[in-house]
């Protein structure tokens, strides 16, 4: 908590709550904010017109097809939507994580390194 506010829970979410339970939930928004900066810094690549090189499929859609936002998952092969959910739940289960229990700080996923 930072002055001058200290504690800030106007809706009383975490009244009663342990300290495990506040710091798996300051972990879990530290990581779906680094996500969602990580969408944004994407979004912004894609609109920018940078696009990797080739084709996304083996029917020769091009990834400069594919349109930015909302509208890239109309235009994205169902398989491909199927590996990139694999690939982030890939990354929640097994990587994104406190594996050794060395962290320092909530939300430190270094892991030793």
């Known amino acids: ?20 339970r506040f710091n798996r939930l300051r972990s879990v928004e530290l990581k779906h904010g680094r996500i969602s900066m990580l969408a ?27 349109p930015t936002g909302l509208k890239a998952l109309d235009a994205v092969p169902k398989a491909g939507i199927i590996q990139i959910i694999a690939f982030v739940g890939f990354l929640e289960l097994f990587v994104m994580k406190d594996v ?7 939300g430190d996923f270094r892991n030793g390194a």
């Open 1 to 20: 908590a930072q002055p001058p506010l200290g504690f800030y829970d106007p809706l009383g979410l975490l009244d009663g709550v342990g300290q495990d």
């Open 40 to 66: 944004i810094l994407g979004h912004i690549v894609t609109t920018a017109g940078l696009r990797l090189p080739g084709d996304i499929d083996y029917a020769g859609t091009s990834f400069a097809s594919i």
């Open 100 to 106: 050794t229990g060395e962290a320092e700080f909530v």
